[in-house]
């Protein structure tokens, strides 16, 4: 079955540093989702990448979803304690969406 | 606009208890789904509906059911609770199998 890969599982920056997480997925994707849960929170929904070699942008957060359609990024540039949370890709094919296990960060200020 | 609400946000029980948690949205999404979330392992799915009177097993379905009670209601039971049930449990809609999910708060479930 498909199976979406999420790394690292933990990253713990400075503030004002750069943050990256990298999903990958062991089957091709229709979309890939993204979400952020703040601690004790619930997943809220960030951003959908469909088209091949895409990449948006929303501020500080830059997302691309890979030529193969196979894997995605997500890169936060300049850190805010406001970013602290869990970061999730959600892989979907057809009718089966997976979610990766997240990369929780934390800022120090 | 309260969007999905999941009751109760709390509980626990005892092995061999049954429970059901209760999911409702007022967005007039077509699909709706129930996943657990336990540390390290992110979100797995249980069940889904992807419209009224129709459900499907997920990730994760041995030891819960599921009723699509309406367009608006979703609920999981758990017939007979087991320690490894203890999790947070999370519902969620969307307009159809492409739109982003809407997660409700969570049901926080410890099994003694």
């Known amino acids: 079955g498909q199976q979406v890969m999420q790394i690292p599982q933990y990253q713990h920056v400075q503030e004002g540093e750069d943050f990256t997480t990298y999903c990958n997925s062991s089957t091709t994707l229709s979309n890939i989702q993204w979400y952020k849960q703040r601690p004790g929170g619930h997943p809220v929904f960030l951003i959908q990448l469909v088209k091949s070699g895409e990449v948006k942008k929303q501020k500080r957060l830059t997302f691309q979803f890979g030529e193969a359609k196979k894997n995605s990024s997500l890169h936060i540039t300049a850190t805010q304690t406001t970013d602290v949370g869990t970061y999730f890709c959600?892989?979907?094919?057809?009718?089966?969406?997976?979610f990766g296990a997240g990369t929780r960060l934390t800022v120090k200020p | 606009n309260a969007g999905v609400t999941q009751t109760p946000k709390f509980q626990v029980l005892k092995t061999g208890q049954s429970m059901t948690l209760q999911c409702a949205q007022d967005m007039n999404h077509n699909s709706m789904y129930w996943y657990r979330q336990d540390p390290g392992m992110g979100l797995r799915l249980i069940y889904y509906?992807?419209?009224?009177?129709?459900?499907d097993k997920g990730e994760v379905p041995n030891g819960y059911n599921v009723s699509r009670l309406n367009k608006r209601e979703f609920s999981l039971r758990l017939e007979s609770a087991a320690p490894s049930q203890t999790s947070v449990y999370f519902c969620?809609?969307?307009?159809?199998?492409?739109?982003?999910?809407?997660f409700g708060d969570g049901t926080r479930l410890s099994i003694l």
């Open positions: 959600a892989g979907a094919n057809n009718n089966d969406m997976r």
């Open positions: 509906s992807a419209s009224e009177g129709t459900t």
């Open positions: 969620a809609s969307r307009t159809d199998r492409l739109g982003a999910q809407h």
